[in-house]
Antibody, heavy 124, light 113 residues
C-alpha cells in the first residue's frame, strides 16, 4: 500500500522560502512509472496544482506561481521536496503531496494516493 | 488554462436519494487519439485530503462503492451518487488532466436534507 507523508515548518515569515518534504512508502520516486506532485489548498478554498516531477523527465510547474516553485528529488529514493520562495500571506494553505497516475506525457494524470497534508501559515 | 466549472455549489439530498454534480470544462478534454476523457473526480471529507473516486471520466477507483458513477464526454461531465449515504457528506471536485496546468473545479458540497 502506497502512503505519502508531508513534513516541514508550520509557520514561515513573509519573503522567506518554504521547504517541504514528502516521504513515500510502498513505491519509489526514482521509478519511471509515475510522476510525483504537490497541490495546495488555502483554508476553506479550492485546490491548486503546484507542479509535478518525474525522475527521468524532470519537473513542470503551474505558471501561476511565476517560477517561485522548485520540486526536486531528495537524497533518499523515498523522498521528494518542494521549495517555494518569496512567500506572502496568499501562500498560506494546506500543502499536499500525491502520486500522479499517468495518462499523458508531461505528467498529465490523476492523483492517487494523497498525503494527509500540512498547514503552512505565512505570517510575521 | 482550462477552466473547470462545477454546479451546483452545494446541494442537499435525502438519504437514499440520488445526488448529481455537474462539471463543465472550458475546452474539450476528450483525447481523440484514444477516445478517452481526461477527467477525474475526488471526494474530500472535513479534515481529510481528497480521495480519488473516478478517473478517465467513468472508471471507478479501486474500493470505491458502485453507488458512485461518472459520465459525460468532451466538455460536460456528471458525478452521480445513486443512493446517498450519511458517509457521502463531503466536498466533491472534478479535475482535468488534458493540458497543463492541471486544474480543478471549485467544488460542490453535498449535505443531507
Amino acid at each position: 500500500q502506497v502512503q505519502l507523508q508531508e513534513s516541514g515548518p508550520g509557520l514561515v515569515k513573509p519573503s522567506e522560502t518554504l521547504s517541504l518534504t514528502c516521504t513515500v512508502s510502498g513505491d519509489s520516486v526514482s521509478s519511471d512509472t509515475h510522476y510525483w506532485t504537490w497541490i495546495r489548498q488555502p483554508p476553506g478554498k479550492g485546490l491548486e496544482w503546484i507542479g509535478s516531477l518525474s525522475y527521468s523527465e524532470g519537473a513542470n510547474y503551474n505558471p501561476s506561481l511565476k517560477s517561485r516553485a522548485t520540486i526536486s528529488l531528495a537524497r533518499s529514493e523515498s523522498q521528494f521536496s518542494l521549495q517555494l520562495n518569496s512567500l506572502t500571506a496568499a501562500d498560506t494553505a494546506f500543502y499536499y503531496c500525491a502520486r500522479v497516475l499517468i495518462s499523458g506525457n508531461g505528467g498529465r494524470g490523476w492523483f492517487d494516493p494523497w498525503g494527509q497534508g500540512t498547514l503552512v501559515t505565512v505570517s510575521s | 488554462d482550462i477552466v473547470m466549472t462545477q454546479s451546483p455549489d452545494s446541494l442537499a439530498v435525502s438519504l437514499g436519494e440520488r445526488a448529481t454534480i455537474n462539471c463543465k470544462s472550458s475546452q474539450t478534454v476528450l483525447y481523440s487519439s484514444n477516445n478517452m476523457n481526461y477527467l477525474a473526480w475526488y471526494q474530500q471529507k472535513p479534515g481529510q485530503p481528497p480521495k480519488l473516486l473516478i478517473y478517465l471520466a467513468s472508471t471507478r477507483a479501486p474500493g470505491v462503492p458502485d453507488r458512485f458513477s461518472g459520465s459525460g464526454s468532451g466538455t460536460d461531465f456528471t458525478l452521480t451518487i445513486s443512493s446517498l449515504q450519511a458517509e457521502d457528506v463531503a466536498l466533491y471536485y472534478c479535475q482535468q488532466f488534458y493540458y497543463t496546468p492541471l486544474t480543478f473545479g471549485g467544488g460542490t458540497k453535498v449535505e443531507i436534507k
